[in-house]
């Protein structure tokens, strides 16, 4: 998957949140995290790199990645 369709997809699954301001913010707070240990060659945790993974690889087979409601999102943000 190339970083243009990964980041398609980011930006769909955020259209699944847009109305809650605490998820988005949630989300901003994590990907400014990533963003920080990018700069410093931090790389992911094994668990979160085996997550990653299996995104990409559902992703290839042509699933869609995303939540069913603002709740399982909030879940999985706060898991992170």
Do not use: C, H
């Amino acid at each position: 998957m190339t970083a243009l369709e990964l980041n398609a997809e980011l930006y769909r699954a955020m259209a699944e949140i847009a109305d809650d301001e605490t998820l988005l913010n949630k989300v901003l707070t994590y990907v400014k995290k990533l963003a920080v240990k990018k700069e410093e060659g931090v790389t992911a945790s094994p668990e979160l790199q085996a997550d990653i993974e299996k995104a990409r690889q559902e992703l290839e087979e042509g699933k869609t990645l995303g939540f069913n409601s603002a709740n399982e999102a909030q879940k999985w943000m706060e898991a992170i």
